[in-house]
T-cell receptor, first 112, second 113 residues
Framework: GENVEQHPSTLSVQEGDSAVIKCTYSDSASNYFPWYKQELGKRPQLIIDIRSNVGEKKDQRIAVTLNKTAKHFSLHITETQPEDSAVYFCAASLQGAQKLVFGQGTRLTINP | DGGITQSPKYLFRKEGQNVTLSCEQNLNHDAMYWYRQDPGQGLRLIYYSQIVNDFQKGDIAEGYSVSREKKESFPLTVTSAQKNPTAFYLC????????????FGPGTRLTVL
């Protein structure tokens, strides 16, 4: 089955700098890759997703890139702000399987 | 995801007791899911259901049971057979085969006393 590895487990950046979180997946048939943000004690919130027919997707300060050959995808946050501090999860699934496999999460801290 | 509700928010249980967690959605989603989250860890799939009256085991189904009698409801029972039930439980729903996007409820924090 699918396995998703996420790195780093913790990340600390200065406010205004960029943050990058990387995930690798094992099943080359996976074709849907969402990213979730979870604040302490809250529900995971979908922030961006990408499908395998697209190499990059951007939404304001957030972007996701996908390298199907290498089987990895990354979340990029630019101009980080204190409210970006949270745990971020990547996930992968095969379309139609309706099952997401999640990475272990990255705790992002933005230092003022 | 405001259309997914879970109750209660906090739940305390004595060892040996079964307890049922509620999950309701008004999004008309076909698929519903239960995940378990332990501190500092990712989300692990317990059970999922793609249509009414049908459900499948996830990766950690032992000690749990579910039912899907109505499209909008997917309750999870944590049985006494679950050896370490203290965790944060998240319910999610999705539209079905045409999309894999899932939206989460606010969660229930279960503590075994």
């Amino acid at each position: 089955g699918e396995n998703v590895e996420q790195h780093p487990s913790t990340l600390s950046v200065q406010e205004g700098d960029s943050a990058v979180i990387k995930c690798t997946y094992s099943d080359s048939a996976s074709n849907y890759f969402p990213w979730y943000k979870q604040e302490l004690g809250k529900r995971p919130q979908l922030i961006i997703d990408i499908r395998s027919n697209v190499g990059e997707k951007k939404d304001q300060r957030i972007a996701v890139t996908l390298n199907k050959t290498a089987k990895h995808f990354s979340l990029h946050i630019t101009e980080t702000q204190p409210e970006d501090s949270a745990v971020y999860f990547c996930a992968a699934s095969l379309q139609g399987a309706q099952k997401l496999v999640f990475g272990q999460g990255t705790r992002l801290t933005i230092n003022p | 995801d405001g259309g997914i509700t879970q109750s209660p928010k906090y739940l305390f249980r004595k060892e040996g007791q079964n307890v049922t967690l509620s999950c309701e959605q008004n999004l008309n989603h076909d698929a519903m899911y239960w995940y378990r989250q332990d501190p500092g860890q990712g989300l692990r799939l317990i059970y999922y259901s793609q249509i009414v009256n049908d459900f499948q085991k996830g990766d950690i189904a032992e000690g749990y049971s579910v039912s899907r009698e109505k499209k909008e409801s997917f309750p999870l029972t944590v049985t006494s057979a679950q050896k370490n039930p203290t965790a944060f439980y998240l319910c999610a729903s999705g539209q079905g085969p045409s999309t894999d996007t899932q939206y989460f409820g606010p969660g229930t924090r279960l503590t075994v006393l």
